[in-house]
Each structure stands twice: as C-alpha cells, then as structure tokens.
C-alpha cells in the first residue's frame, strides 16, 4: 500500500512570509496528526484529526498555525507569520483502528527553513 | 502529562558491537511504549512496541522490555550491523487517547 504522501520535501522562506504543507494519508485512515520535529529533538504533536474533526490540539499555536482537513482525507497545515524559531520539520502520520491498531504511520516529512 | 528521556549524545559502536539505548518515562497510568528508528532521508517507522508490564517487543534482532518496576524501556540489540545506523525514538503512548509523547532520539552510527 502506498505510504504517507508529503509535500513540499523541502522549503525556505523568509520570517514574516505564510507557508502551507499537505499531507495525503494512507488510503482508509481516519485519524491524521501533524508533528513539528525541531533539530536536535523528538517529534512533538501539534494537532490530531479524527475524519474531519479536531480531537486535539492543545500544543497547536493557534496564533500562526492553522490545519484543516476537509472531506476527512488530504491535510494542509499553514503557519502565517513565520518565525525564525518554526524552523523544523513538519511530519504528517496516519493511523487505523485495524489490525495494527494505534500503529502510526509517518511521512517523510517537510523540512521548513525560515530567514 | 507523560514524558520521555532517552540516553543523551550520539552512539558509534564498531559492527558486530552490543547496543543499549536507555529510555524511562513517566506517566500517570500504564501507557504503551515505542521505539521508533529514522534512517537517513525517511521518515519514522515502528520498530517495536509493548503494551503492558514484562510485555518484551523484538524485531529486526531489535529488543525491548517494558519494566514497570523501574519506568524503563531499553532499546538493545546483541549484534549491530551498518545498517542500523539511523536515529532511534523512544515514545509513549497514553492509556487513553492516541497521542505519541517522544523522546529526544539517540543517533547511532555503526562503522565497518
């Protein structure tokens, strides 16, 4: 089956600038979450989605980041401005309540450098 | 909330070398443990995982026992191989809910 789908892999902007990552989950996974991987540290989750719903996100800073996932399946995660400090990378993964049950599945990420 | 702490600095063993990466946490019940692996230019995959107390999770010659008594999770491996180089996650899951708290990963470099 095919894996998490991420894009852009890579991306540079310049502090103050907006930038959008999306995220295309394995096919059938209802519950979608977004991790920003800082350099040096572990993944840390910003929001979870279960279908199109928010189930948490408490560590999202609502003040410049935004996601959405509309129709339950793709997601975009927006940060608008950018700070020097949002460099990092930006991991997507999914998950099923099927047979591997809570086993999350990770993308390869966006790596965001900001200027 | 859980928390995660992993052996600190890099790791470079020879080939054929005994690994140990340490890993506690803390958590106010019984949360499930991971240990997830980066290999260079992927993302995250599962290694292994435990569920409960004495569970041990094993794959790829990769082990792992949950030691409730003592609030650890040490990543070993009796053999290591080039291949193995990659960053090693510890990560906890909470009894309830499904959100990964992880560690601050362990790079290991494995030489010929």
């Known amino acids: 089956e095919a894996g998490v789908a991420q894009s852009p892999r890579y991306k540079i902007i310049e502090k103050r600038q907006s930038v959008a990552f999306w995220c295309n989950p394995i096919s059938g996974h209802a519950t979608l979450y977004w991790y920003q991987q800082i350099l040096g540290q572990g993944p840390k989750l910003l929001i979870q989605?279960?279908?199109?719903?928010?189930?948490?996100d408490s560590q999202l800073p609502k003040d410049r980041f935004s996601a959405e996932r509309l129709k339950g399946v793709d997601s975009t995660l927006k940060i608008q401005p950018a700070k020097l400090e949002d460099s990092a990378v930006y991991l997507c993964?999914?998950?099923?309540?099927?047979?591997?049950?809570?086993?999350?599945?990770f993308g390869p990420g966006t790596r965001l450098t900001v200027l | 909330g859980n928390s995660v702490t992993q052996m600190e600095g890099p790791v470079t063993l020879s080939e054929e070398a005994f690994l140990t990466i340490n890993c506690t946490y803390t958590a106010t019940g019984y949360p499930s443990l991971f240990w997830y692996v980066q290999y260079p230019g992927e993302g995250l995959q599962l290694l292994l995982k435990a569920t409960k107390a004495d569970d041990k999770g094993s794959n790829k010659g990769f082990e792992a026992t949950y030691r409730k008594e003592t609030t650890s999770f040490h990543l070993e491996k009796g053999s290591v191989q080039v291949s193995d180089s990659a960053v090693y996650f510890c990560a906890s899951r909470e009894t309830s809910g499904s959100r990964l708290t992880f560690g601050e990963g362990t790079q290991l470099t494995v030489n010929p």
């Open positions: 993964a999914s998950s099923s309540p099927g047979l591997r049950a809570g086993e999350q599945f």
């Open positions: 989605f279960q279908n199109n719903g928010v189930v948490d």
